[in-house]
């Protein structure tokens, strides 16, 4: 049996793989034997930590929510005032480069699942419960420093945060009148707004 840092290793691996290969075909398209090959391992061994296809595919969701918060972990835990660390995570977000592009796809082969899986519907609702409350306390931050506006802290963050999502949609899905840079503009047009 590997030693448990070598197992720990290979099962990042095969996420890593999967999250890939899902940015690139679909969750539908998928196939284990494609995640074996990206990783550069046998289909025997993605079976030896993953059942079926199913159970690697809702790891690497969570795998790529994980990815996602430990990016941006050094914008929420800097010591840069709370307006910079608002643009540093919209920033974060924008999909101009090809990790985040690939994140934004993974999530939305999440979404799309979701639709249909009451468990990927309780990976969401975790993912934005994280999202919600690491956003909201950036702006309480920022109400209690005076620097941004009075208002429901988790709703203003509901509002960034479903805005992010949406135009990121737009973006990825080719609209031209909504470019990476059009996105930047609109969030911050937005953050400018909740200044006090």
Known sequence: MPRPSVEAERRAQILRATCEVLAEVGLRALRVSDVAKRAGTSNGTV?????NKREVVH???DDNFTR????RRPIFDSGEDPKARLRAFVRSYLPDSPETVQAWRVWMELWSEALREPELQDLNERVYGEWRRIVAAVIRD???QGML???DA????NQLIGMIDGLAIQVLVGSRSMTVARMSEVCDAFL???ES
């Open 59 to 61: 790891a690497a969701f």
């Open 47 to 51: 079976h030896y930590y993953f059942a």
């Open 192 to 194: 400018r707004d909740l």
């Open 154 to 157: 988790v709703e203003l963050a």
């Open 149 to 151: 506006r009075a208002g």
């Open 142 to 144: 920022g109400q209690a």
């Open 68 to 71: 996602s918060i430990e990016r």
